[in-house]
């Protein structure tokens, strides 16, 4: 039978299926089939992955947003679903999604005193590799909300500006950490009443204002140490704290400047006791030259009352505030003020705002940081002067926080210590004060402290003491300032809001 392939046909065709050469190349080209499509399919998932992290990122941020808008009456309850999705249409750009859907819904205060706004968006990421295996679109989600009302913050920040703190950098690095503290408090409130916030500078004393010269809570003239104490303490106030000079005759004995508070109607008296003796009137008169400086109350630790929150009252002299004449008493404190409206730049110096107090702040004087302390756990209490924090309403949970930085030990109140050297009896009193905030009959108080330690200095026993559990931070140089102020604000603000 003649074959009907041609001789030289055969013969490539034996010589082909013989051949070896190549197989490696032909191999390699199947099994990066596989390959390819699974490259392709990662890359798919990621554009997805990505996409549904922008999304995530949209509907946290539109769901805060509207909460604030409705909270600050800017909208109404029919207005949320349209606000939610007006902030998220102009949030998310990823331009390759389809079918992005947004709902929203808002529920007003439960039983707990929360009011909530659930957002869920969705969406689907075209195929490209996938399509070779029937899946046209990746669907995707996200899910945020955004609840308040639960709990409300109130923040006494306690501010070291003591003369050391001018030194590393370490003041502009507080001031800069405290405003952007601020700016996060104030992120986390959707109502006026959400987050307020208290300034405590401190040194030495605490400056209350001098627009405080006339207050009931001051005591100018010790009238509860007449007969305990000193039965010739006279109205007046000696230009040195030191309790050697603390009366009149001593302080002149010691050549150091005596202030009167009042006058005789006979001018030839200049003392309480020497005017009331002589049958003449005593009037009191606050000094023109007090520049709004207060000492620790209670000076025989009779009552303990540097450490307690016993609001001051007239009938009680000792648990008033004792006014003093101090050279180095610093920039006054700012009573508690709505962080929702703390509208002013980060850079102002008014005095009368948030901010601008904290810009204002100059350092000199001693190191007391119990007062410091003291003053900023009255701030979180009292609804009455020197205060007048705003009250606590029924139906909403309340924290309330201290922050306290400092960057030196305690070298003097008015007892102890001669306001350069480590006084472990300052120490001892702040211990003690510590021990009653943190009390729980006391009230539930979270105390967070700083340690600003740029020179080395042994860690502090005392500020750890005061902290809650894990809320001493120790900074070693100005930078870290900012550190430990962004955790704080990132502990407090997980109280506001839930995501």
Same mark, same amino acid.
């Given at each position: *039978?003649?074959?009907?392939?041609?001789?030289?046909?055969?013969?490539?065709?034996?010589?082909? #299926?013989?051949?070896?050469?190549? /197989?490696?190349?032909?191999?390699?080209?199947?099994?990066?089939?596989?390959?390819?499509?699974?490259?392709?399919?990662?890359?798919?998932?990621?554009?997805?992955?990505?996409?549904?992290?922008?999304?995530?990122?949209?509907?946290?941020?539109?769901? #805060?947003?509207?909460?604030?808008? +409705?909270?600050?009456?800017?909208?109404?309850?029919?207005?949320?679903?349209?606000?939610?999705?007006?902030?998220?249409?102009?949030?998310?750009?990823?331009?390759?999604?389809?079918?992005?859907?947004?709902?929203?819904?808002?529920?007003?205060?439960?039983?707990?005193?929360?009011?909530?706004?659930?957002?869920?968006?969705?969406?689907?990421?075209?195929?490209?590799?996938?399509?070779?295996?029937?899946?046209?679109?990746?669907?995707?989600? =996200?899910?945020?909300?955004?609840? !308040?009302? %639960?709990?409300?913050?109130?923040?006494?920040?306690? #501010?070291?500006?003591?003369?050391?703190?001018?030194?590393?950098?370490?003041?502009?690095?507080?001031?800069?950490?405290?405003?952007?503290?601020?700016?996060?408090?104030?992120?986390?409130?959707?109502?006026?009443?959400?987050?307020?916030?208290?300034?405590?500078?401190?040194?030495?004393?605490?400056?209350?204002?001098?627009?405080?010269?006339?207050?009931? !809570? #001051?005591?100018?003239?010790?009238?509860?140490?007449?007969?305990?104490?000193?039965?010739?303490? &006279?109205?007046?106030? $000696?230009?040195?704290?030191?309790?050697?000079?603390?009366?009149?005759?001593?302080?002149?004995?010691?050549?150091?400047?005596?202030?009167?508070?009042? &006058?005789?109607?006979?001018? &030839?008296?200049?003392?309480?006791?020497? $005017?009331?003796?002589?049958?003449?009137? !005593?009037?009191?008169?606050?000094?023109?030259? !007090?520049?709004?400086?207060?000492?620790?109350?209670?000076?025989?630790?009779?009552?303990?009352?540097?450490?307690?929150?016993?609001?001051?009252?007239? =009938?009680?002299?000792?648990?008033?505030?004792?006014?003093?004449?101090?050279?180095?008493?610093?920039?006054?404190?700012?009573?508690?003020?709505?962080?929702?409206?703390?509208?002013?730049?980060?850079?102002?110096?008014?005095?009368?705002?948030?901010?601008?107090?904290?810009?204002?702040?100059? =350092?000199?004087?001693?190191?007391?940081?119990?007062?410091? *302390?003291?003053? =900023?756990?009255?701030?979180?209490?009292?609804?009455?002067?020197?205060?007048?924090?705003? %009250?606590?309403?029924?139906? +909403?949970? +309340?924290?309330? %926080?201290?922050?306290?930085?400092?960057?030196?030990?305690?070298?003097?109140?008015?007892? /102890?210590?001669?306001?350069? /050297?480590?006084?472990?009896?300052?120490?001892?009193?702040?211990?003690?004060?510590?021990?009653?905030?943190?009390?729980?009959? /006391?009230?539930?108080?979270?105390?967070?402290?700083?340690?600003?330690?740029?020179?080395?200095?042994?860690?502090?026993?005392?500020?750890?003491?005061?902290?809650?559990?894990?809320?001493? +931070?120790?900074?070693?140089?100005?930078?870290?300032?900012?550190?430990?102020?962004?955790?704080?604000?990132?502990?407090?603000?997980?109280?506001?809001?839930?995501?």
């Amino acid at each position: *039978m003649i074959s009907l392939v041609p001789p030289r046909l055969r013969k490539s065709i034996a010589t082909f #299926l013989a051949a070896r050469d190549g /197989n490696v190349a032909v191999l390699f080209g199947i099994a990066s089939i596989p390959i390819i499509v699974s490259v392709g399919v990662a890359i798919d998932y990621s554009r997805a992955a990505s996409a549904r992290t922008a999304m995530q990122s949209a509907v946290d941020s539109a769901a #805060l947003m509207a909460s604030k808008d +409705y909270g600050s009456g800017i909208i109404r309850e029919s207005e949320i679903p349209a606000k939610v999705d007006s902030y998220f249409r102009a949030l998310y750009t990823a331009s390759d999604a389809s079918n992005v859907t947004v709902s929203t819904t808002f529920t007003k205060k439960s039983s707990d005193g929360t009011s909530t706004v659930l957002v869920t968006a969705a969406g689907n990421m075209p195929a490209n590799f996938l399509k070779l295996a029937g899946v046209d679109n990746i669907p995707f989600n =996200a899910t945020a909300t955004s609840t !308040w009302g %639960a709990t409300r913050l109130r923040v006494a920040i306690a #501010l070291d500006i003591t003369g050391s703190m001018n030194y590393d950098g370490k003041l502009p690095a507080m001031k800069l950490a405290a405003v952007q503290l601020v700016n996060t408090l104030k992120a986390s409130a959707t109502t006026r009443d959400d987050v307020y916030i208290a300034i405590i500078p401190f040194n030495q004393m605490v400056n209350v204002g001098t627009d405080k010269i006339n207050a009931s !809570w #001051l005591d100018w003239h010790g009238k509860l140490y007449d007969n305990q104490y000193d039965s010739k303490k &006279e109205y007046g106030s $000696c230009s040195s704290s030191n309790l050697k000079y603390r009366t009149a005759e001593l302080c002149k004995a010691g050549n150091k400047v005596w202030t009167f508070f009042g &006058e005789c109607s006979d001018d &030839e008296y200049e003392t309480a006791s020497e $005017c009331q003796s002589r049958g003449k009137t !005593w009037t009191e008169k606050r000094s023109k030259e !007090w520049k709004g400086c207060v000492t620790d109350r209670d000076l025989l630790h009779t009552y303990d009352n540097d450490t307690t929150k016993v609001i001051p009252t007239v =009938a009680e002299p000792a648990t008033l505030f004792v006014a003093k004449y101090y050279s180095q008493c610093g920039p006054s404190m700012l009573p508690m003020k709505s962080a929702f409206e703390a509208n002013e730049a980060d850079t102002s110096t008014d005095p009368t705002t948030i901010k601008g107090r904290i810009n204002s702040l100059t =350092a000199v004087g001693a190191t007391n940081q119990s007062i410091g *302390m003291h003053w =900023a756990w009255m701030a979180l209490q009292l609804q009455s002067p020197p205060f007048n924090s705003p %009250a606590k309403e029924d139906g +909403y949970k +309340y924290t309330d %926080a201290i922050i306290l930085l400092s960057d030196g030990v305690n070298t003097k109140n008015y007892w /102890n210590g001669d306001g350069s /050297n480590y006084s472990p009896e300052v120490d001892a009193r702040q211990r003690t004060l510590c021990q009653n905030i943190k009390n729980p009959a /006391n009230g539930n108080t979270t105390v967070f402290t700083i340690q600003v330690n740029t020179t080395n200095d042994p860690e502090s026993a005392v500020l750890k003491y005061c902290a809650n559990d894990g809320q001493f +931070y120790q900074s070693t140089s100005a930078d870290q300032i900012k550190l430990a102020f962004q955790a704080i604000g990132s502990s407090l603000t997980k109280l506001r809001l839930s995501k």
